[in-house]
């Protein structure tokens, strides 16, 4: 929603696709606007960088560092020149942590003041727009959740306060640290879900009922539509899994191959498949198996959770059947085909038991839309699902579908929902198949809550992997630590001018370091303290501990789940931990300078040495320039000499 603040104090009228990376822009899309505020926010970094450092009890001198080493990081500045949401996400997460510094050292002099109370809700605040701008957000809501559970807890401890003050302090802990966030975080989605009331290109990654709440789209086909099934009502059955795409039932006058590519045989019946689009094709039937007819009778019959029904397919009348014949691209489980009579000894199993998943009783009704059902084979107690597989060419490269008898776990690849509906009227099949063809529209909305929205979008944002297959950019969390990879954002089409995110190798590779610095050290004073030897004073190990806690534990938050996640990464997701482990440098300087080295020429020595390391991360920030802003336009040799690393992808246009 901040981009599109943006977009909208430019005066963007949305005429723009938006649908393909590197396109270029019409003269109506406000591309300045757009890139305000992830600039701003970048911008605004430097000088958070700096009073975190004031705020941890370092010096001036240190916190300059910081900024410094900040302002002249790369991959930094390349993503915050673009319309990209790492610059917002670092800016709340570090408007966060200071907040929250600031609040903890107030309230050693002045609990309950203005000030306290206005960096503590600065704290939730700045962590609620975090988690708003990406999930990645919650890392650094979470870290500071702990480190405010650890000083509650010794709060608890201080005998000094009575124990209405420590109510008053862990009641405004949890006002401002929990439930405002969530308040907050609850209010921006209701402020997107109340603008964007519109269909749009992606809505069928969501359910049907979600598509159908909103103006234009599905709803225009789905309003109206009779609310309860019956025997008679002709259907569309939409998988609820949408992986790896949203997908109907779908079946097609082809048959199964005799026999597969690795010899195995098939029913070769008609082919039953799941198809991402929408399609004549996608049309059932349900049936009565009691009775012949497919209209719909004069009061409708209504279908309930556990009754029997056959599902005709639409165009060609044939019946949804499963055999004990393995599946073309899953042989672990059942195929799926509508029944072609040959005459031989396979007789029809079509019968399939209704169930409700998302029931409220045993008698309820199967619904339009509302309903999720499961659809279980009553001869081989196989369940109709997604395996999820492409066919082949055969198969036209549609999604494979499958009975599976073994599950005993209920999965959503097993839970499909109707659609569009409508009553058969038609008792000749070339009447019913025109009207199949005929949309029906009518003028009642479908109505879906705010909660139910939100939740939904929720889990979407949570499971949807972005891509499918692996990108040429992508890399895995152990390339990130010493820059093993880069990404090529744009390349001039006439000339070697490009712009990379590639970071500064100086200021990488010496965070690193940083970090297994910091760890001795900690260790180092810890064993000391343990046999009674006071190498620090009390408050500089507190800072030491606290910046720790902070900025090792920011770089892990940020880093480490990235381990665990299933998805396609690339090397900007590293960016906020990286911020985290750059404040570390400035601090683990500042320790050894003042509590490691004793005499004034190692000192001096050191400070020397850390000057020269500045210059370099100057220098090394100056030489990658060029990448970094798109000009000035390189030639071939120099591309070459930016190649510091072989795994590096720096492209050059052959002339």
Same mark, same amino acid.
């Given at each position: 929603?901040?981009?599109?603040?943006?977009?909208?104090?430019?005066?963007?009228?949305?005429?723009?696709? &938006? #649908?393909?990376?590197?396109?270029?822009?019409?003269? %109506?899309?406000?591309?300045? $606007?757009?890139?305000?505020?992830?600039?701003?926010?970048? *911008?605004?970094?430097?000088?958070? *960088?700096?009073?975190?450092?004031?705020?941890?009890?370092?010096?001036?001198?240190?916190?300059?560092?910081?900024?410094?080493?900040?302002?002249?990081?790369?991959?930094?500045?390349?993503?915050?020149?673009?319309? +990209?949401?790492? /610059?917002?996400?670092?800016?709340?997460?570090?408007?966060?942590?200071?907040?929250?510094?600031?609040?903890?050292?107030?309230? @050693?002099?002045?609990?309950?003041?203005?000030?306290?109370?206005?960096?503590?809700?600065?704290?939730?605040?700045?962590?609620?727009?975090?988690?708003?701008? @990406?999930?990645?957000?919650?890392?650094?809501?979470?870290?500071?959740?702990?480190?405010?559970?650890?000083?509650?807890?010794?709060?608890?401890?201080?005998?000094?306060?009575? $124990?209405?003050?420590?109510?008053? =302090?862990?009641?405004?802990?949890?006002?401002? +640290?929990?439930? +405002? /966030?969530?308040?907050?975080?609850?209010?921006?989605?209701?402020?997107?879900?109340?603008?964007?009331?519109?269909?749009? /290109? =992606?809505?069928?990654?969501?359910?049907?009922?979600?598509?159908?709440?909103?103006?234009?789209?599905?709803?225009?086909?789905?309003?109206?539509?009779?609310?309860?099934?019956?025997?008679?009502?002709?259907?569309?059955?939409?998988?609820?899994?949408?992986?790896?795409?949203?997908? &109907?039932?779908?079946?097609?006058?082809?048959?199964?191959?005799?026999?597969?590519?690795?010899?195995?045989?098939?029913?070769h019946q008609q082919q039953v498949t799941c198809y991402p689009f929408k399609d004549v094709n996608n049309w059932w039937i349900i049936k009565d198996p009691g009775k012949q007819e497919l209209v719909v009778s004069n009061p409708?019959?209504?279908?309930?959770?556990?009754?029997?029904?056959?599902?005709?397919?639409?165009?060609?009348?044939?019946?949804?059947? %499963?055999?004990?014949?393995?599946?073309?691209?899953?042989?672990? &489980?059942?195929?799926?085909?509508?029944?072609?009579?040959?005459?031989?000894?396979?007789?029809?199993?079509?019968?399939?038991?209704?169930?409700?998943?998302?029931?409220?009783?045993?008698?309820?009704?199967?619904?339009?839309?509302?309903?999720?059902?499961?659809?279980?084979?009553? #001869?081989?107690?196989?369940?109709?699902?997604?395996?999820?597989?492409?066919?082949?060419?055969?198969?036209?490269?549609?999604?494979?579908?499958?009975?599976?008898?073994?599950?005993?776990?209920?999965?959503?690849?097993?839970?499909?929902?109707?659609?569009?509906?409508?009553?058969?009227?038609?008792?000749?099949?070339?009447?019913?198949?025109?009207?199949?063809?005929?949309?029906?529209?009518?003028?009642?909305?479908? #109505?879906?809550?705010?909660?139910?929205?939100?939740?939904?979008?929720?889990?979407?944002?949570?499971?949807? @992997? #972005?891509?499918?297959?692996?990108?040429?950019?992508?890399?895995?969390?152990?390339?990130?630590?010493?820059?093993?990879? $880069?990404?090529?954002?744009?390349?001039? /089409?006439?000339?070697?001018?490009?712009?990379? +995110?590639?970071?500064?190798?100086?200021?990488?590779? %010496?965070?690193?370091?940083?970090?297994?610095?910091?760890?001795?050290?900690?260790?180092?004073?810890?064993?000391?303290?343990?046999?009674?030897?006071?190498?620090?004073?009390?408050?500089?190990?507190?800072?030491?501990?606290?910046?720790?806690?902070?900025?090792?534990?920011?770089?892990?938050?940020?880093?480490?789940?990235?381990?665990?996640?299933?998805?396609?990464?690339?090397?900007?997701?590293?960016?906020?931990?990286?911020?985290? @482990?750059?404040?570390?440098?400035?601090?683990?300087?500042?320790?050894? =300078?003042?509590?490691?080295?004793?005499?004034?020429?190692?000192? $001096?020595?050191?400070? *020397?040495?850390?000057?020269?390391?500045?210059?370099?991360?100057?220098?090394?920030?100056?030489?990658?320039?060029?990448?970094?802003?798109?000009?000035?336009?390189?030639?071939?040799?120099?591309?070459? *000499?930016?190649?510091?690393?072989?795994?590096?992808?720096?492209?050059?246009?052959?002339?």
């Amino acid at each position: 929603m901040i981009l599109a603040l943006g977009a909208y104090l430019g005066g963007f009228d949305g005429n723009f696709a &938006w #649908n393909r990376i590197g396109a270029e822009y019409t003269g %109506t899309v406000p591309v300045w $606007n757009l890139r305000f505020f992830p600039a701003l926010a970048g *911008a605004l970094c430097i000088s958070l *960088a700096y009073q975190i450092i004031v705020e941890l009890k370092y010096s001036h001198t240190s916190a300059l560092v910081a900024a410094l080493l900040i302002m002249f990081e790369n991959s930094l500045i390349t993503q915050s020149r673009f319309m +990209l949401l790492e /610059p917002i996400l670092i800016f709340f997460a570090l408007l966060a942590v200071l907040s929250y510094l600031k609040f903890y050292n107030i309230q @050693k002099n002045s609990s309950f003041s203005v000030k306290w109370w206005s960096w503590l809700f600065l704290t939730g605040t700045a962590c609620a727009f975090a988690i708003g701008v @990406k999930y990645m957000g919650l890392f650094t809501y979470l870290l500071l959740l702990a480190i405010a559970g650890v000083h509650t807890w010794k709060l608890i401890g201080d005998t000094t306060l009575s $124990n209405v003050t420590v109510f008053y =302090h862990i009641v405004a802990r949890v006002c401002a +640290l929990l439930v +405002l /966030p969530i308040i907050l975080y609850l209010g921006c989605f209701y402020i997107h879900l109340t603008l964007l009331y519109r269909s749009g /290109p =992606h809505d069928q990654i969501m359910t049907s009922m979600f598509q159908a709440s909103l103006e234009g789209g599905l709803a225009r086909i789905t309003q109206g539509q009779p609310l309860e099934l019956a025997y008679g009502s002709q259907i569309t059955l939409r998988n609820t899994w949408s992986k790896p795409v949203p997908c &109907w039932l779908h079946s097609h006058k082809n048959m199964y191959p005799i026999r597969y590519d690795g010899g195995r045989g098939s029913s070769h019946q008609q082919q039953v498949t799941c198809y991402p689009f929408k399609d004549v094709n996608n049309w059932w039937i349900i049936k009565d198996p009691g009775k012949q007819e497919l209209v719909v009778s004069n009061p409708p019959r209504s279908v309930r959770h556990g009754d029997i029904v056959q599902l005709v397919h639409g165009m060609t009348a044939r019946y949804l059947n %499963t055999h004990d014949v393995a599946a073309p691209m899953s042989p672990q &489980w059942q195929e799926i085909s509508c029944y072609v009579d040959y005459n031989i000894s396979m007789p029809a199993q079509n019968l399939w038991k209704v169930e409700i998943v998302n029931r409220e009783t045993e008698n309820e009704i199967w619904k339009t839309i509302l309903s999720e059902v499961k659809l279980l084979h009553v #001869n081989t107690s196989a369940v109709l699902k997604l395996s999820g597989t492409a066919l082949p060419d055969w198969g036209y490269r549609q999604l494979e579908t499958v009975g599976d008898k073994s599950s005993k776990v209920y999965h959503q690849n097993m839970a499909w929902n109707v659609e569009e509906h409508r009553y058969g009227k038609s008792e000749e099949q070339k009447e019913r198949e025109l009207e199949f063809q005929t949309p029906v529209q009518m003028d009642v909305s479908q #109505n879906m809550s705010f909660m139910a929205k939100f939740l939904e979008l929720q889990l979407k944002m949570l499971t949807l @992997k #972005n891509e499918e297959t692996e990108h040429k950019y992508s890399s895995s969390p152990l390339d990130w630590i010493n820059m093993d990879t $880069n990404i090529a954002y744009w390349l001039h /089409p006439s000339t070697n001018a490009q712009v990379q +995110l590639v970071g500064n190798i100086s200021t990488w590779s %010496t965070a690193t370091v940083g970090i297994l610095v910091y760890t001795v050290l900690f260790l180092w004073h810890l064993l000391r303290q343990r046999r009674g030897i006071c190498t620090i004073p009390k408050d500089s190990w507190e800072h030491l501990i606290l910046a720790g806690a902070v900025c090792i534990g920011g770089w892990a938050v940020n880093y480490l789940p990235f381990f665990f996640m299933e998805k396609t990464l690339f090397l900007y997701h590293y960016l906020p931990g990286l911020t985290f @482990k750059i404040l570390l440098l400035p601090i683990i300087l500042e320790h050894i =300078h003042n509590h490691v080295l004793r005499s004034s020429v190692s000192r $001096n020595t050191f400070s *020397a040495v850390v000057l020269a390391w500045i210059s370099s991360v100057y220098f090394v920030y100056q030489t990658f320039s060029p990448l970094t802003y798109g000009y000035p336009a390189l030639s071939a040799s120099q591309l070459t *000499a930016l190649r510091w690393k072989d795994s590096w992808d720096i492209l050059i246009r052959k002339r």
